[in-house]
């Protein structure tokens, strides 16, 4: 039962240019989304978040879309630098117990063309 | 501001021996995630840990694998009697509150 889904597993950009990311889900409890980036071998970097009560978050050359409606989250990355090659996830969470379990899509591979 | 640490960072074990992971969190977090990722997977939860306590550990195989997160020193993720099918990389991250932060991984191999 995977209730978060990137359904493109690899994207290519060109430098420069807007990469989008998206990201679907089917649990409506989810309050809180995540994107982490991922170099191999290291462990998932904390990009940028948004809660379910807002609709877009943005922090330089990210930004996070939100619409509940459709469960569908996208990221964007304006303009896009090869150093944004790497893979992405995004996540999902709700409270419980205090704890806020991520769920993690399988992950899309970008890659920045030069 | 060391951020969450994690050891070893590479460990290779034979079938049926013990895989011990320990993760150090980030200073002032006191919630404590173990994940795991397969080839090609995305991470999955295992276990949520705050000090001395286990709170939600539904992501966990029920035999022979265990966590814990005492009082002093780091958290560690206990393997027993391991399988080729444990090969992976098991990630750790702490929290304040929304955001979690991980550590770098640590990669087990069974042989």
């Known amino acids: 039962d995977q209730q978060v889904k990137q359904n493109s597993p690899s994207l290519s950009v060109q430098e420069g240019r807007i990469s989008i990311l998206n990201c679907d889900y089917t649990?409506?409890?989810?309050?809180?989304f995540l994107w982490y980036k991922k170099y191999p071998a290291e462990g998932p970097t904390f990009l940028i978040s948004i809660s379910s009560i807002k609709d877009k978050n943005e922090d330089g050359r990210f930004t996070v879309f939100l619409n509940k409606s459709a469960k569908h989250l996208s990221l964007h990355i304006v303009p896009s630098q090869p150093g944004d090659s790497a893979v992405y996830f995004c996540?999902?969470?709700?409270?419980?117990?205090?704890?806020?379990?991520?769920?993690f899509g399988q992950g899309t591979r970008l890659t920045i063309n030069p | 501001n060391a951020g969450v640490m994690q050891n070893p960072r590479h460990l290779v074990r034979r079938r049926g021996q013990e895989a011990r992971l320990r993760c150090s969190p980030m200073k002032g977090h006191s919630h404590v995630y173990w994940y795991r990722q397969l080839p090609e997977e995305g991470l999955k939860f295992m276990v949520y840990l705050q000090k001395e306590n286990i709170i939600d550990e539904s992501g966990m195989p029920k035999e022979r694998f265990s966590a814990e997160f005492p009082k002093e020193g780091p958290s560690i993720l206990r393997i027993q009697q391991v399988v080729r099918g444990d090969s992976a990389a098991y990630f750790c991250?702490?929290?304040?509150?929304?955001?979690?932060?991980f550590g770098p991984g640590t990669r087990l191999t069974v042989l």
């Open positions: 649990n409506s409890m989810f309050d809180y």
């Open positions: 996540a999902a969470s709700r409270e419980i117990q205090g704890a806020q379990k991520l769920v």
């Open positions: 991250a702490s929290s304040l509150v929304h955001e979690q932060f």
